[in-house]
């Protein structure tokens, strides 16, 4: 499973280019999950005084509604993303609206502003309103989404990565790579690709990952 976390303040196109990325992705065959972070605290879609509103209040810790068509799975409280991301067997899962994952990430934003606050390595690239302005930012390209979706597909088919549960978050500098003892910097989403990749092979071969440094050494044949 891989992940792709759409960022920005309200009102800018979040929500537009997650329903672009999951429909391209659904068109090459793809399995798609979707995770919508909402901000408003009064959010619920219980309604109070229905039935699994009163099964709740009166003491039950998990509510499960269960009709012909939708079975709603009622938490009382906030579940981390982690937790949630467990439910999840998709191809890929696009988040909406949550920030703190170290996962790839496309920015949506209205103006050059917004997008110098919440610019950091994993974004890959940038969209929303401001794609009407601007081609470029830092490096990053900025794409219409709805006039180029292909290029914001390909780019999140390239540098989307596997998403390992029980890998630590890494912060900067935690992998390095050198290359005939020369230092190659490399940003905190290739870090994280890395590392995952790493992880991955480690698991599957069962060794122990508690020891705080691993070296890996490749030779040309």
Not at 144 to 149: F, H, S, T, V
Request: hydrophobic share 40%.
């Amino acid at each position: 499973m891989k992940l792709i976390t759409i960022c920005g303040y309200s009102l800018t196109g979040k929500t537009t280019v997650a329903e672009t990325l999951i429909r391209a992705l659904k068109a090459q065959g793809y399995s798609v999950g979707s995770v919508k972070d909402i901000h408003f605290e009064d959010f619920a879609l219980d309604v109070s005084g229905s039935n699994t509103d009163k099964h709740r209040q009166a003491g039950s810790e998990l509510v499960t509604a269960r009709g012909k068509n939708e079975t709603d799975i009622l938490y009382p409280k906030q579940l981390s993303m982690q937790k949630i991301l467990a439910f999840y067997t998709q191809d890929f899962v696009v988040v909406e609206g949550y920030r703190e994952l170290h996962a790839a990430k496309i920015l949506t934003a209205e103006k050059r502003e917004d997008l110098a606050e919440l610019l950091d390595d994993n974004v890959i690239a940038i969209s929303g309103k401001i794609a009407q302005e601007i081609t470029e930012y830092q490096g990053i390209p900025v794409i219409n989404c709805l006039e180029n979706a292909d290029a914001l597909l390909a780019l999140v088919l390239e540098k989307t990565y596997s998403y390992l549960p029980n890998a630590q978050l890494i912060s900067k500098q935690a992998v390095s790579l050198k290359i005939d003892g020369k230092d190659i910097d490399i940003s905190l989403l290739m870090q994280q690709k890395i590392k995952h990749a790493v992880t991955a092979i480690l698991q599957e071969l069962n060794i122990d990952q508690s020891g705080e440094a691993l070296t890996l050494s490749l030779k040309k044949e």
